[in-house]
């Protein structure tokens, strides 16, 4: 940690969603705490009692999808065995006084990245990454089309015992549900209040800052410079049509996000050009993380419009994306109790640190 990210205490406002602060606190990570373990490498490509690795296909529910579709497969998709939401019951709810309840309808699958066991992101392919985007970007489209019960359908990655992992073997999944997550709604809502007031998403709007803002604040009484902020300082990865960005307001002290340069608020509506970038920049913003804080344990999310008949109508104030969080420290009570997350690196540094490695 530079001199000068070295006693930084402050709480920082998410833009996108003002109801989420961080507080940023380095000389916390001066004290003694429990970090998450770092997963271990596994130089396999085959592991007999995977049921996802190829071969072991009796081993999981029927395919749902696979490319290619015939012959031999890279991504497969099956249902999850033991789902969060299901279609196998219809009941539309229950409502007694203030308690109230919907049914729990929808679909849970599971997406298999990967026919090796112990590959990962950053050691695939960017043609296996732009394949695994259109995999996800053609599932989104058909369970959206299949059911018009579904409001939104959220893809995301959990790697490693602690963010959620059963099984090692790379893995992503998909729910399609009948409500819009409440995160989701939240950056819809203030999105869109960003929107009115400005005419410009906000989404955009921090995309130019990170790309053109810098400044220089003073301290009024001795003249001295208390922070810089300098064009570029929040980039880690660039590509021809995305850009990868470390959060001012970050709740993970890794945390990255990854955005189309252009304005776009669906993720269905990208190109497989678009989806060939967007493997490049996860490749490599990837390979950064790896570099700088191997083996973490972390979940991504995709955030994208939802359903056009779910009646939140975002095309010009939303932006979809995709969020890489990075699970190095484990919550403390007054994380949970207060619902602030805790960073002990400022973000300014972290980024830094993730620039500064050399593909």
Same mark, same amino acid.
């Given at each position: 940690?530079?001199?000068?990210?070295?006693?930084?205490?402050?709480?920082?406002?998410?833009?996108?969603?003002?109801?989420?602060?961080?507080?940023?606190?380095?000389?916390?990570?001066?004290?003694?705490?429990?970090?998450?373990k770092?997963?271990?490498?596994?130089?396999?490509?085959?592991?007999?009692?995977?049921?996802?690795?190829?071969?072991?296909?009796?081993?999981?529910?029927p395919?749902?999808?696979?490319?290619?579709?015939?012959?031999?497969?890279?991504?497969?998709?099956?249902?999850n065995?033991?789902?969060?939401?299901?279609?196998?019951r219809?009941?539309?709810?229950?409502?007694?006084?203030?308690?109230?309840?919907?049914?729990?309808?929808?679909?849970?699958?599971?997406?298999?990245?990967?026919k090796?066991?112990?590959i990962?992101?950053?050691?695939?392919?960017?043609?296996?990454?732009?394949?695994?985007?259109?995999?996800?970007?053609?599932?989104?489209?058909?369970?959206?089309?299949?059911?018009?019960?579904?409001?939104?359908?959220?893809?995301?990655?959990?790697?490693?015992?602690?963010?959620?992992?059963?099984?090692?073997?790379?893995?992503?999944?998909?729910?399609?549900?009948? @409500? &819009?997550?409440?995160?989701?709604? *939240?950056e819809?809502? /203030? =999105?869109?209040n960003?929107?009115e007031?400005?005419?410009? $998403?906000?989404?955009?709007?921090?995309?130019d800052?990170?790309?053109?803002?810098?400044?220089?604040?003073?301290?009024?009484?001795s003249g001295?410079i208390?922070r810089?902020?300098d064009?570029?300082?929040?980039?880690?990865?660039?590509?021809?049509?995305?850009?990868?960005?470390?959060?001012?307001?970050?709740?993970?002290?890794?945390?990255v996000h990854?955005?189309?340069?252009?304005?776009?608020?669906?993720?269905?509506?990208?190109?497989?050009e678009?989806?060939?970038d967007?493997?490049?920049?996860?490749?490599?913003?990837?390979?950064?993380?790896?570099? @700088? &804080?191997?083996?973490?344990q972390y *979940?991504?999310?995709? /955030? =994208?419009?939802?359903?056009?008949?779910?009646?939140e109508? $975002?095309?010009?104030?939303?932006?979809?994306?995709?969020?890489?969080?990075?699970?190095t420290?484990?919550p403390?009570?007054?994380?949970l109790?207060?619902?602030?997350?805790?960073?002990?690196?400022?973000?300014?540094?972290?980024?830094?640190?993730?620039r500064?490695?050399?593909?």
């Open positions: 940690m530079s001199e000068k990210d070295s006693n930084v205490r402050e709480i920082r406002i998410n833009p996108v969603s003002p109801s989420e602060s961080v507080l940023v606190a380095t000389a916390r990570g001066m004290r003694p705490r429990t970090a998450e770092r997963v271990a490498e596994v130089p396999v490509d085959h592991v007999a009692k995977c049921p996802f690795c190829k071969g072991n296909e009796d081993k999981t529910p395919t749902i999808m696979a490319r290619p579709s015939e012959g031999d497969w890279k991504i497969r998709i099956v249902e065995l033991y789902p969060v939401l299901g279609d196998d219809r009941d539309t709810g229950i409502n007694f006084g203030l308690q109230q309840a919907i049914e729990g309808y929808g679909r849970h699958e599971v997406i298999i990245d990967h090796s066991h112990g990962r992101m950053h050691e695939m392919d960017v043609s296996h990454l732009q394949m695994l985007f259109q995999t996800y970007r053609q599932r989104m489209q058909e369970l959206y089309a299949n059911d018009k019960r579904i409001r939104y359908v959220l893809i995301f990655k959990n790697f490693g015992e602690a963010a959620g992992a059963s099984i090692k073997h790379t893995h992503s999944q998909i729910i399609a549900m009948p @409500v &819009i997550p409440e995160n989701v709604y *939240n819809i809502h /203030h =999105s869109r960003y929107y007031k400005h005419h410009q $998403c906000i989404f955009c709007t921090l995309i800052e990170a790309l053109t803002f810098e400044a220089t604040i003073y301290d009024r009484e001295k208390r810089k902020i064009v570029g300082q929040y980039v880690i990865e660039r590509g021809k049509k995305f850009i990868a960005i470390k959060p001012f307001a970050s709740r993970y002290e890794w945390e990854i955005l189309p340069l252009k304005h776009e608020s669906d993720f269905i509506s990208t190109s497989d678009d989806l060939e967007l493997g490049m920049v996860l490749k490599n913003t990837m390979a950064r993380l790896d570099r @700088v &804080i191997g083996g973490a *979940n991504f999310f995709l /955030h =994208s419009q939802p359903h056009a008949d779910a009646g109508d $975002c095309s010009a104030s939303y932006h979809w994306h995709l969020e890489i969080c990075p699970r420290s484990i403390t009570g007054f994380e109790g207060s619902g602030l997350f805790v960073s002990t690196i400022s973000p300014e540094d972290a980024a830094q640190r993730l500064d490695v050399k593909l």
